[in-house]
């Protein structure tokens, strides 16, 4: 079970559906772990082609494997639109400690709608003697003797 720190940079998208009727899109996303959720900032009239180049950390505490990034649309009349969502299995990096910029499909309804690049590095947390963890296999007792009786 990974315990540590996931840090997400949140780099660009591309190819994204640009809807709005007068304006270019003013893209935005969610990044959702678990029950922690971060916000980026919103591009303004960025279109199709946003850049971010943010970072951020999600703690990981259990075997949840997934990131999920849905990517908005800010409106300022009406409510904002879903463009997408991409959901980046965790897995990879848990095991390799990072993953350089990769693109990931944007989705919606089961539709190719764009890509975005993120890159991901997992920091494991370090264990003090005595920490309980899922590796040790000799918890909850003896696993050989040291001397015969």
């Known amino acids: 079970m990974p315990r540590g720190t996931l840090e997400v940079i949140l780099i660009s998208a591309k190819g994204l559906d640009d809807n709005d009727f007068?304006?270019?899109?003013?893209?935005?996303?969610?990044?959702?772990y678990r029950a922690q959720e971060h916000k980026s900032t919103v591009q303004e009239d960025a279109g199709s082609n946003p850049q971010w180049n943010e970072t951020f950390l999600f703690t990981v505490s259990d075997s949840a494997s997934e990131l999920n990034l849905r990517i908005m649309d800010k409106d300022n009349v009406s409510?904002?639109?879903?463009?997408?969502?991409?959901?980046?299995?965790?897995?990879?990096?848990?095991?390799?400690?990072?993953?350089?910029?990769?693109?990931?499909?944007?989705?919606?309804?089961?539709?190719?709608?764009?890509?975005?690049?993120?890159?991901?590095?997992?920091?494991?947390?370090?264990?003090?003697e005595g920490d309980y963890t899922a590796h040790d296999e000799s918890y909850g007792g003896w696993t050989e003797s040291s001397r015969e009786f």
Do not use: R
């Open 22 to 32: 007068l304006s270019s899109i003013d893209p935005y996303v969610i990044l959702t």
């Open 79 to 128: 409510q904002d639109d879903c463009l997408g969502e991409a959901i980046i299995p965790l897995g990879a990096v848990f095991e390799e400690g990072s993953l350089p910029e990769t693109p990931y499909k944007v989705v919606k309804e089961q539709e190719y709608c764009g890509e975005i690049k993120v890159a991901l590095t997992f920091t494991a947390e370090k264990n003090d």
